[in-house]
């Protein structure tokens, strides 16, 4: 991780944790949060999905919040930084699909001595 990422997500882990200490931050609109939790959402940045998962915890008064992924990892995510997308229901894995069956290869036997254009495998 760069510093300058380093930097920003403590900043954002400070702001998250003066939010909840005191409540709203100073000067914010009392404002319900626009997502709530158990909300499946994907994150997006210049047309790149970046995370995808369910809302665990919001937090008041900032555009804040917590998303655990599908890999499990939790994510603190800004929605000021990424377009955020709710979606019904997740996809389903790519694993549970049926695989389709691959055709089946013949294999020619390799003989352990050459064939010569006559046909015999006689060497001498």
Same mark, same amino acid.
């Given at each position: 991780?760069?510093?300058?990422? =380093?930097?920003?997500? @403590?900043?954002? %882990?400070? #702001?998250?944790?003066?939010? @909840?200490?005191?409540?709203?931050?100073?000067?914010? %609109? $009392?404002?319900?949060?626009?997502?709530?939790?158990? *909300?499946?959402? $994907?994150?997006?940045?210049?047309? =790149?999905?970046?995370? =995808?998962?369910?809302?665990? %915890?919001?937090?008041?008064?900032?555009?804040?919040?917590?998303?655990?992924? *599908?890999?499990?990892? =939790?994510?603190?995510? *800004?929605? $000021?930084?990424?377009?955020?997308?709710?979606?019904?229901?997740?996809?389903?894995?790519?694993?549970? #699909?049926?695989? $389709?069956?691959?055709?089946?290869?013949?294999?020619?036997?390799?003989?352990?001595?050459?064939?010569?254009?006559?046909?015999?495998? #006689?060497?001498?």
């Amino acid at each position: 991780m760069s510093i300058a990422n =380093r930097d920003l997500f @403590q900043a954002l %882990k400070t #702001q998250a944790s003066l939010a @909840q200490a005191f409540g709203s931050m100073s000067g914010s %609109k $009392e404002e319900p949060h626009p997502l709530s939790p158990g *909300d499946y959402i $994907e994150a997006w940045h210049n047309g =790149r999905l970046y995370h =995808r998962g369910s809302v665990v %915890k919001t937090v008041a008064g900032t555009d804040l919040f917590w998303l655990t992924d *599908d890999t499990g990892s =939790r994510r603190l995510l *800004d929605m $000021e930084s990424m377009e955020i997308v709710t979606v019904d229901q997740p996809a389903p894995a790519p694993a549970a #699909q049926a695989p $389709e069956p691959t055709p089946s290869a013949t294999v020619t036997p390799i003989s352990a001595y050459p064939m010569f254009h006559d046909g015999s495998q #006689q060497i001498a």
